[in-house]
């Protein structure tokens, strides 16, 4: 089989993690590799707006060292996009204009990082593509930090926010616990629909300071169960921990974030939340003459790459270079996610192909089978799953006592012009 | 000369940091040392009110490696507390209970770990003995995030929380500026009226990622001044990041958290004081028309111990080590801090005794002549100053992933009492 000869564009989108970057590199050093069949690999300047813009990098001018420390680089260092592609079927503009640019370059392969609604944007385009009669190469390479993408065990950039999340509540532990006085500490955590990454803060209890309440947005959140619980540690030790998802609602699925405060809504109609570990305090001082502190993770738990877990950073790399061999080898129209054999005592995971359509805009909880009968925690079968994954430090390099991260020349590939209004 | 023969007694005090175990550690590893003068080592349960209570920890009965952990592991293993003794003057009650409690154990050294009100405990705690005839040795070791206290080059535990702060600004940088849409990152930093610790937030920009405005307690804030400057940076770039100090106040000294803008009512009608960040975020958007987000450094900036500096636990161990030898010799009275040889262009100090009167109650502010013009940022001087104590990683042992910290066995060396109410 002949190989389809062309060009390379690679983008990033969605909310940044600290291993995104990983994927990146993998992409880039793998498709550098093949330079027999891929001339010239781009990097799209703010994800599928630096297409439509004709923005993107010659990422063939960069430096292989500057390559290699993407992998310690946390958040997109392409620039990420929000921009959400219209139903072809209802209004094909973007896409007709994207067929052009990849005519225009050649663009044979084109890869995306991001999370489902990314997916979604990958298979949309390849299908576009492939009705239009242009042969190319189109692969989801998967991240999130909300670990929410179905077909695969898990996705590239969980690992590390989870060790963040379980490294941090250690350590918060240690000072939320000082003093002799009752003290209730409130940690909130991302996910707006998923527990996974609230969830993380239980594997603290490994290290022996684990939260004692978890609260996730797969429970229904009752203010009279939130009493009882708080009520029940403090029978036993005047310190009450607890960790809550920014996703937290109620029976109809109102998030408690909404109760209060503006919510700003994004171009995915995605509700941004934040503040819900403020309303709990406001609940928790209803109730509790204690002094009462909320900590949020915000930025930090996305872009610590100081604290991205080894695994995580390997997982992520090979993801994005399973990408580039896999789609040389003529697949199209899948995400690479990670299998894992269960089998084996030791951590053994695999590169899955997940067909795109599988991906796309779903979402998958966190399994009630390990959420604890009362709803306020989870299970030792969900810390067997996630602590493989937070296993390895990372080798970041530090210069002056901080991080040293990849420098891109960023050499223009294209010829940038003002399709997308972006002010 | 005979060396006073006795017991010894250490408590820990006020607000934590990453590396006052490290102190811990460098007094009782040191104080083991000299059996021949110190038979009992003793770990007072919450500070002052465990020598009133009488509950304190036998330390000889710890494990040396456990000890050792000590330096990697974040807080107050003891136990910290912020009870304030009176003015012996007016009321003697809980000193005539210390001495009671020295003779009763035989305390010969008396040592505490704290920043100027510790400092002031230890001093008059120290006269009062003397008065009182009780021979001893009364020793501060000092800590604090805020680096404010006078005498001292700098203060253990500054130099980690100052590394967190810029090692987090580092990697939020790169999420903050990840879309290509404007975006304001405000950043708030502990230090409630000294702007050392927010001043550290300019440490980033050794590695490029410097915040664009920092707010100091030490000069006045004023709306205005915060637009103009805002709007001068969005002249030319579309982020901003602001580092902003939690005590910034207006030039009658008035919190801006306290001012008239701060006072929110919450969900159940209760007036609330919020952050600072979060007040600076409401003037912003009372002008500015794009996404604002908030960050609290919180508790991580002084319990992230994971990311100390090298030097400050090397200097942290050294003081409490220091302060054991001096006492041994002789010494009573001082607090132990740090002298700086500025005349090497190497990083070069050594320990120095500090009077305790001199530094009890004082604050040392954070100098005028670095700051800059526009009373917006810092100067090229303290970067020469502080960059050196953010040197060097910590060598914090990992199981599973997560931080190994001491786990002491806290033998009871005391007889436990009620003398203090503590519920």
């Not at 270079?321 to 995971?349: C, H």
């Amino acid at each position: 089989m002949s190989k389809l000869k062309g060009n390379l564009i690679f983008g990033q989108s969605g909310g940044p993690t600290s291993v995104i970057n990983a994927s990146a590199a993998g992409v880039f050093i793998e498709a550098l590799k093949h330079s027999d069949t891929i001339e010239n690999v781009y990097g799209a300047h703010h994800g599928i707006a630096g297409i439509l813009n004709e923005d993107f990098f010659l990422m063939n001018e960069e430096d292989s060292e500057e390559l290699e420390l993407l992998k310690y680089t946390p958040s997109s260092a392409l620039g990420s996009v929000r921009y959400k592609l219209a139903d072809p079927a209802k209004d094909d503009t973007d896409y007709k204009r994207m067929l052009e640019v990849f005519k225009k370059y050649n663009i044979r392969y084109f890869f995306y990082n991001g999370g489902n609604d990314s997916m979604d944007t990958v298979n949309k385009i390849s299908q576009y593509m492939e009705e239009h009669g242009w042969e190319m190469r189109a692969m989801g390479v998967c991240k999130t930090i909300d670990n929410d993408l179905v077909g695969t065990d898990h996705c590239p950039g969980y690992g590390s926010a989870a060790k963040y999340v379980a490294t941090t509540l250690t350590e918060v532990y240690q000072d939320a616990t000082v003093y002799d006085s009752p003290q209730i500490t409130v940690v909130e955590i991302m996910g707006r629909h998923a527990g996974w990454l609230a969830a993380s803060a239980a594997l603290a209890r490994v290290a022996g300071f684990g939260p004692d309440l978890i609260y996730l947005p797969e429970v229904p959140f009752t203010v009279e169960q939130l009493y009882k619980d708080v009520d029940k540690v403090l029978e036993k030790k005047n310190k009450v921990i607890i960790a809550v998802s920014e996703g937290i609602s109620d029976a109809d699925g109102v998030f408690l974030a909404e109760s209060i405060g503006a919510i700003e809504v994004d171009s995915f109609g995605h509700k941004q939340l934040s503040g819900t570990g403020a309303v709990v305090e406001d609940l928790l001082k209803e109730r509790y003459d204690v002094k009462i502190r909320t900590l949020e993770f915000s930025l930090m738990q996305r872009a610590a790459a100081h604290l991205a877990s080894a695994t995580d950073i390997e997982e992520a790399f090979n993801c994005g270079a399973v990408a580039v061999n896999e789609a040389v080898n003529g697949k199209t129209g899948y995400m690479v996610g990670l299998k894992r054999n269960y089998d084996t005592a030791a951590y053994d995971v695999s590169y899955a192909l997940i067909p795109l359509a599988e991906v796309a805009n779903a979402e998958k909880a966190f399994p009630s089978e390990w959420i604890n009968e009362e709803g306020n925690n989870v299970t030792d079968d969900y810390i067997d799953y996630a602590l493989p994954l937070i296993q390895g430090e990372t080798e970041m390099p530090k210069i002056n006592g901080l991080p040293r991260f990849a420098k891109l020349k960023k050499v223009q590939g294209g010829n940038p012009t003002s399709y997308l209004d972006r002010a």
